[in-house]
């Protein structure tokens, strides 16, 4: 029986945060200069969001974005991802969060010798999952995201947009908690990033993936439940459906 | 992540660069089959020395020759005609009748026989070949070495006449097999005395009585395939001396206590002026000989691995560079840091186990085609001196033990494996950001 939209999104609600950033700091160091990446971030993102994050270049989204990937840990601030404080989890745990996170980069990082079911099932083997069930699994991905006829293509043999459906298709493997996306139309011609985010957009409504996504298209950030400004390390307004929080 | 979908992966890794993964095997390959050949040629070697030698002279039989000291100075009449001038340096002269007193040293000694030898010639009308010409005492020789001092044409006589020689195989026949000289044929030998004023060529005309069965290589103190034999007598007054290279002793028994008890008795009768050596202690010297020579060109065919293992290391640090951002997408995606050194450890076993497969039936193969070599004639190897013997064929069958063969495997994979930890350990310490900014 499906559950009607309100009532999920209702009993979301009620759930502990997924992401839960508190004067979240990142500072690195170029030689003996320190560079402030993120100033103070607090965020707060729930199971079945669907959250857009505008900002100038430069300003850390990337930072905030890999910080929530568990790709990296903050100088200061904690951040809880489905409850785990990371700043306090050792490289092991690190390994396993991340399997917990679809991470869905510009630059697609696919791996070039491996077809696209290779590469979607490279996700589940690390995850440990045996080679028949890895096929499977697999292409019912890939026919998720719209690539059933290129299953056997290698990255160079795809356009920019099936690519990243490759690796939307890879972030999803192992039913993430979230999917992060770095600008993952920054390399796409527009067209085909509108299908990409329909894409998005059909996983977040239809099958309740929640979705950070970084973009600097304010069009394309219009797509999202809820809109996320960052200007020079912190935060400076979120809207939710249109209204300010 | 599953054991076999990391070397899976691993595989997958090399396959991409098949040239530089295929070269690289090539190092492993050398190093082993240089190994596992060295190693199953000079294992082969001592084999049939060590066989030539023990059926060459029983183990109940002494070798006395003047010069203290252990097996002292190659004395045992290898250092050709140099016999007469020859002894130590004190003058200590070592006499065809001393066998007389060494009788009567023991009971355990059965019987000694003196042994004179020079180098010399061995003509007939149409052909003339060196060789080294022994006195013995016939019957007592074919008494000692009763398996190897054999005719294979004509008899040994127990009392011959002056003029009576018997020759060697090896002196007899050509390598292709031409037979040059027969039972009953007259012939003239000669040698040239240096003791002389001036040095003249000596010589006496004397027939072929006997021709000796192949021995086959070389044996210490006993007959050889490159001599021939004449009366003992007869070579006191050929060579006009009463002194002899050697004296072989033949004991009652061939206990390892017998065999010290009447060496010190012989030496100290001589007041350390001579050695005496047992047949096996010279096994157990060539044994540890052979031991350190192996030792050597293993330590060689080593270092030639360890080469290939910098070569490893090198190509895997390339690639370690060349794959950072790979291993930033694998981070990225939750691979643990071991299985990221597990990948690239993967790689080096499998380079290493390709390598030491086939390096071991390369150095099989090569071991076998330089045994052959050596046994169809085409080099022949000079066992000369000390064993009182001269060249023979070697005919070599390489040893290749389980010892040898798991040893290769193992040191071929080690090495691969162990160059490849720290490259291996810098791939799995990477940072997944920083991995994936690397362009
Ligand atoms: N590894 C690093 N070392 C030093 N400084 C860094 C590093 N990574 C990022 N920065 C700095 O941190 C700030 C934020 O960078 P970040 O990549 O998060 O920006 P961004 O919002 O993603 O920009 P863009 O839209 O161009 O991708 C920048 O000033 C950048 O120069
Ligand atoms: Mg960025």
């Given at each position: 029986?499906?559950?009607?939209k309100?009532?999920?999104?209702?009993?979301?609600?009620?759930?502990?945060?997924i992401?839960?950033?508190v004067?979240?700091?990142?500072?690195?160091?170029?030689?003996?200069?320190?560079?402030?990446a993120?100033?103070?971030?607090?965020?707060?993102?729930?199971?079945g969001?669907?959250?857009?994050?505008?900002?100038?270049?430069?300003?850390?989204?990337?930072?905030?974005l890999?910080?929530?990937?568990?790709?990296?840990?903050?100088?200061?601030g904690?951040?809880?991802i489905?409850?785990?404080?990371?700043?306090?989890?050792?490289?092991?745990q690190?390994?396993?969060l991340?399997?917990r996170?679809?991470?869905?980069?510009?630059?697609?990082?696919?791996i070039?010798?491996?077809?696209?079911?290779?590469?979607?099932?490279?996700?589940?083997?690390?995850?440990?999952?045996?080679?028949?069930?890895?096929?499977?699994?697999?292409?019912?991905?890939?026919?998720?995201?719209?690539?059933?006829?290129?299953?056997?293509?290698k990255?160079a043999?795809l356009?920019?947009?099936?690519?990243?459906?490759?690796?939307?298709?890879?972030?999803?493997?192992?039913?993430?908690?979230?999917?992060l996306?770095?600008?993952?139309?920054?390399?796409?011609?527009?067209?085909?990033?509108?299908?990409?985010?329909?894409l998005?957009?059909?996983?977040?409504?239809?099958k309740?993936?929640?979705?950070?996504?970084?973009?600097?298209?304010?069009?394309l950030?219009?797509?999202?439940?809820?809109?996320?400004?960052?200007?020079?390390g912190?935060?400076?307004?979120?809207?939710?459906?249109?209204?300010?929080? | 992540?599953?054991?076999?979908?990391?070397?899976?992966?691993?595989?997958?890794?090399?396959?991409?660069?098949?040239?530089?993964?295929?070269?690289?095997?090539?190092?492993v390959?050398?190093?082993?089959?240089?190994?596992?050949?060295?190693?199953?040629?000079?294992q082969?070697?001592?084999?049939?020395?060590?066989i030539?030698?023990?059926?060459?002279?029983?183990?109940?039989?002494?070798?006395?020759?003047?010069?203290?000291g252990?097996?002292?100075?190659?004395?045992?009449?290898?250092?050709?005609?140099?016999?007469?001038?020859?002894?130590a340096?004190?003058?200590?002269r070592?006499?065809?009748?001393?066998?007389?007193?060494?009788?009567?040293l023991?009971?355990?000694?059965?019987?000694?026989?003196?042994?004179?030898?020079?180098?010399?010639?061995?003509?007939?009308?149409?052909?003339?070949?060196?060789?080294?010409?022994?006195?013995?005492?016939?019957?007592?020789?074919?008494?000692?070495?009763?398996?190897?001092?054999?005719?294979?044409?004509?008899?040994?006589?127990?009392n011959?006449?002056?003029?009576?020689?018997?020759?060697?195989?090896?002196?007899?026949?050509?390598?292709?097999?031409?037979?040059?000289?027969t039972?009953?044929?007259?012939?003239?030998?000669?040698?040239?005395?240096?003791?002389?004023?001036?040095?003249?060529?000596?010589?006496?005309?004397?027939?072929?009585?006997?021709?000796?069965?192949?021995?086959?290589?070389?044996?210490?103190?006993?007959?050889?395939?490159?001599?021939?034999?004449?009366?003992?007598?007869?070579?006191q007054?050929?060579?006009?001396?009463?002194?002899?290279?050697?004296?072989?002793?033949?004991?009652?028994?061939?206990?390892?206590?017998?065999?010290?008890?009447?060496?010190?008795?012989?030496?100290?009768?001589?007041?350390?002026?001579?050695?005496?050596?047992s047949?096996?202690?010279?096994?157990?010297?060539?044994?540890?000989?052979?031991?350190?020579?192996?030792?050597?060109?293993?330590?060689?065919?080593?270092?030639?691995?360890?080469v290939?293992?910098?070569?490893?290391?090198?190509?895997?640090?390339?690639?370690?560079?060349?794959?950072?951002?790979?291993?930033?997408?694998?981070?990225?995606?939750?691979?643990?840091?071991?299985?990221?050194?597990?990948?690239?450890?993967g790689?080096s076993?499998?380079?290493?186990?390709?390598?030491?497969?086939?390096?071991?039936?390369?150095?099989?193969v090569?071991?076998?085609?330089v045994?052959t070599?050596?046994?169809?004639?085409?080099?022949?190897?000079?066992?000369?001196?000390?064993?009182g013997?001269?060249?023979?064929?070697?005919?070599?069958?390489?040893?290749?033990?389980?010892?040898?063969?798991?040893?290769a495997?193992?040191?071929?994979?080690?090495?691969?494996v162990?160059?490849?930890?720290?490259?291996?350990?810098?791939?799995?310490?990477l940072?997944?950001?920083?991995?994936?900014?690397?362009?």
């Amino acid at each position: 029986m499906e559950i009607p939209k309100q009532i999920r999104n209702k009993i979301v609600a009620f759930m502990a945060p997924i992401v839960e950033a508190v004067n979240l700091k990142k500072t690195y160091m170029l030689g003996k200069i320190p560079v402030e990446a993120l100033r103070g971030v607090n965020l707060k993102v729930e199971s079945g969001d669907f959250l857009a994050v505008l900002g100038p270049s430069g300003s850390g989204k990337s930072t905030l974005l890999n910080l929530i990937g568990a790709l990296d840990k903050p100088t200061a601030g904690t951040l809880l991802i489905d409850s785990f404080d990371v700043s306090t989890l050792k490289d092991n745990q690190l390994s396993d969060l991340r399997r917990r996170v679809g991470f869905v980069f510009q630059f697609f990082n696919l791996i070039p010798r491996f077809t696209a079911i290779d590469n979607v099932g490279l996700s589940l083997s690390i995850a440990g999952m045996g080679k028949a069930e890895r096929k499977k699994r697999a292409k019912e991905l890939l026919e998720t995201v719209g690539l059933k006829d290129r299953m056997k293509h290698k990255p160079a043999e795809l356009s920019g947009g099936q690519q990243q459906r490759v690796a939307i298709a890879r972030a999803l493997a192992n039913n993430p908690r979230f999917l992060l996306m770095d600008e993952p139309t920054g390399n796409i011609d527009s067209k085909t990033a509108r299908e990409i985010i329909n894409l998005v957009k059909g996983l977040n409504e239809e099958k309740g993936v929640t979705i950070i996504m970084v973009t600097h298209d304010q069009h394309l950030a219009r797509e999202a439940k809820r809109i996320v400004q960052i200007f020079d390390g912190v935060i400076t307004s979120d809207i939710v459906n249109g209204e300010p929080t | 992540m599953r054991t076999q979908d990391v070397f899976g992966y691993s595989f997958s890794a090399i396959k991409l660069r098949k040239l530089r993964a295929g070269l690289t095997t090539l190092g492993v390959v050398i190093g082993i089959a240089a190994i596992v050949a060295l190693l199953s040629i000079t294992q082969g070697l001592q084999n049939t020395i060590t066989i030539q030698l023990e059926t060459g002279l029983a183990t109940d039989t002494l070798i006395v020759s003047p010069g203290g000291g252990a097996f002292g100075g190659g004395q045992h009449g290898g250092d050709f005609g140099g016999g007469a001038l020859g002894g130590a340096a004190s003058g200590f002269r070592l006499l065809v009748n001393d066998t007389l007193t060494i009788n009567g040293l023991s009971t355990d000694i059965l019987t000694s026989i003196a042994v004179i030898q020079r180098s010399g010639y061995i003509n007939s009308t149409e052909h003339e070949r060196v060789t080294t010409i022994v006195g013995v005492d016939f019957a007592e020789y074919k008494n000692i070495y009763s398996t190897t001092f054999v005719s294979e044409s004509g008899e040994i006589p127990d009392n011959p006449e002056n003029n009576t020689i018997i020759i060697g195989k090896r002196v007899n026949e050509r390598q292709n097999g031409t037979v040059l000289f027969t039972a009953g044929e007259d012939v003239q030998i000669l040698w040239a005395n240096a003791t002389a004023r001036p040095p003249q060529n000596e010589s006496y005309a004397t027939h072929v009585t006997a021709v000796l069965q192949e021995v086959g290589g070389f044996a210490f103190g006993g007959p050889s395939d490159s001599n021939i034999y004449i009366p003992i007598s007869t070579a006191q007054e050929f060579f006009n001396t009463s002194e002899c290279e050697i004296i072989i002793v033949k004991l009652a028994n061939s206990d390892q206590a017998t065999i010290d008890a009447v060496v010190k008795k012989i030496v100290d009768e001589f007041a350390g002026e001579v050695s005496a050596i047992s047949s096996t202690a010279v096994l157990n010297i060539l044994g540890s000989v052979f031991s350190i020579i192996e030792l050597f060109l293993v330590g060689i065919a080593a270092i030639s691995l360890l080469v290939a293992g910098i070569g490893i290391m090198n190509i895997m640090i390339v690639s370690l560079i060349e794959r950072t951002r790979e291993i930033g997408i694998l981070k990225a995606l939750g691979m643990k840091s071991r299985t990221v050194l597990a990948i690239f450890l993967g790689e080096s076993v499998i380079i290493g186990v390709i390598g030491a497969v086939i390096g071991i039936a390369l150095g099989w193969v090569l071991a076998n085609i330089v045994a052959t070599v050596l046994s169809s004639g085409a080099i022949t190897v000079g066992t000369g001196g000390g064993a009182g013997a001269s060249g023979g064929l070697l005919s070599i069958t390489p040893v290749l033990t389980p010892l040898v063969f798991l040893g290769a495997f193992g040191f071929g994979v080690g090495v691969s494996v162990i160059f490849a930890l720290y490259p291996a350990w810098r791939a799995s310490k990477l940072k997944p950001v920083e991995a994936l900014r690397y362009e």
